[in-house]
């Protein structure tokens, strides 16, 4: 079965210290992988995705991601955290045509 | 302008009634989504539609039934309203099926 997790509810960082959030995934062929933020009382905004390509991925806000094939992981990552990140980050993998699946969600709290 | 938006934002009804919530793209995308939000944040696609037809229902109960006039809108009526159809929906567009989504503001619909 097609699946992605996020394996934390919350991920705390101080201001300034480097982030990740984590997320892997299980999918039939090659993946096509999102991360989607969303802020309070908002809709989900694209950060970044990775179809094929650098391993490495750069996106929206200084946020980057590194697609990693052997671990089935793609983790979202950003070397200097902002107050202004905080916010529920959501991974998601194309699992078929037209049909995605979104991660549980992973809430980062910066801390100031 | 916005590129995805939806009314209402927020909807309170009883259970029982039938309800309607518009969305309209202004980006040109072929495809779009109606994707349901529940209270811990779990985020599921609901339709597909690329080009006005139907594409992907997962498995939604048959009391929900969307509409595309036209490639730039779709719309989702629901009858006979159920607790359990209380969360936020969230109407999505984008170019094709392989690139990412641009989400509306969501609607928050409430059934007492």
């Known amino acids: 079965a097609q699946s992605v997790a996020q394996p934390e509810d919350q991920v705390n960082v101080a201001e300034g210290n480097p982030l990740t959030v984590k997320c892997t995934y299980s999918?039939?062929?090659?993946?096509?992988l999102f991360w989607y933020v969303q802020y309070p009382n908002r809709g989900l905004q694209f950060l970044l995705k990775?179809?094929?390509?650098?391993?490495l991925v750069k996106g929206s806000y200084g946020f980057e991601a590194e697609f990693n094939k052997s671990q089935t992981s793609f983790h979202l990552k950003k070397p200097s955290a902002l107050v202004s990140d905080s916010a529920l980050y959501f991974c998601a993998v194309r699992a078929g045509t037209y049909k995605y699946i979104f991660g549980t969600g992973t809430r980062l709290k910066v801390l100031a | 302008d916005t590129a995805v938006s939806q009314t209402p934002k927020y909807l309170v009804t009883q259970m029982g009634n039938d309800k309607s919530i518009k969305c309209e793209q202004n980006l040109g995308h072929d495809t779009m989504y109606w994707y349901k939000q529940d209270s811990k944040k779990f985020l599921k696609i609901m339709f597909s539609y690329n080009n006005k037809e139907l594409i992907i229902n997962e498995t939604v109960p048959n009391r929900f039934s969307p509409k595309s006039p036209d490639k730039a809108h779709l719309n989702l009526h629901i009858n006979s309203l159920e607790l359990g159809d209380s969360a936020v929906y969230f109407c999505?567009?984008?170019?094709?099926?392989?690139?990412?989504?641009?989400f509306g503001q969501g609607t928050r619909l409430t059934v007492v």
């Open positions: 990775y179809i094929t390509g650098d391993n």
């Open positions: 999918v039939s062929g090659n993946p096509y």
């Open positions: 999505a567009s984008s170019p094709d099926w392989n690139t990412e989504a641009f």
